[in-house]
């Protein structure tokens, strides 16, 4: 798959790209700079990736799996510098490890012809989700340490739950008179 990539074209391509956003940046002073610092940890995440398909298997698997927790850094601090939703580390570390190492598997299984390795990558892909998502849940909407959620809401909100709870237990467990 990775034999028939035109890879001059797709150097070339990155570099009119790289090169235009730098000019429009100097020309409409946008400072792109600030949000191109994670490619630095990017780039070399993909090409490590590439490197892992062109080593040995064992070795390559390694690289693959190292490959995925250095580009889904990147791609975290991008978002992050894009957002200024720095307080995602709180839980967006699950998309590091394990999620990422999983995606990794998935992706050189996948080209190894390896079908244990992407279920294994599945396997590890769904669990960091699953850690994201409870944990986005818990940090960003319930406790809202972002300022993003509703967590100034979610005392108050407990409270009366438990208080209409514990209403409601009061009520359902009395007896009516003259009914049995």
């Known amino acids: 798959m990775l034999d028939n990539i035109n890879w001059r074209l797709v150097v070339g391509a990155v570099l ?37 398909l062109n080593v040995e298997e064992g070795l390559g698997e390694a690289f693959a799996m190292l490959s995925g927790i250095i580009t889904m850094t990147g791609l975290l601090l991008f978002y992050q510098s894009v957002t200024g939703h720095w307080a995602s580390w709180a839980y967006a570390w ?4 394990p999620t990422s190492v999983g995606l990794a598997q998935i992706m050189y299984g996948r080209e190894r012809g390896k079908p244990h390795l992407v279920e294994t990558g599945k396997t590890l892909s769904k669990i960091g989700m699953i850690i994201f998502a409870v944990g986005m849940t818990f940090f960003d909407v319930i406790l809202g340490i972002s300022g993003r959620g509703f967590g100034r809401l979610a005392a108050p909100i407990a409270l009366v739950a438990l208080g209409a709870y514990i209403l409601y237990t009061n009520f359902a467990t009395r007896s009516t008179p003259g009914v049995e």
């Open 16 to 52: 009119v790209g790289l090169g235009g956003l730098l000019l429009l940046d100097n020309l409409f002073d946008l400072s792109v700079g600030r949000f191109l610092w994670p490619f630095f940890i990017i780039i070399p995440g993909v090409l490590l990736f590439l490197a892992a």
């Open 94 to 97: 699950a998309l590091i490890a």
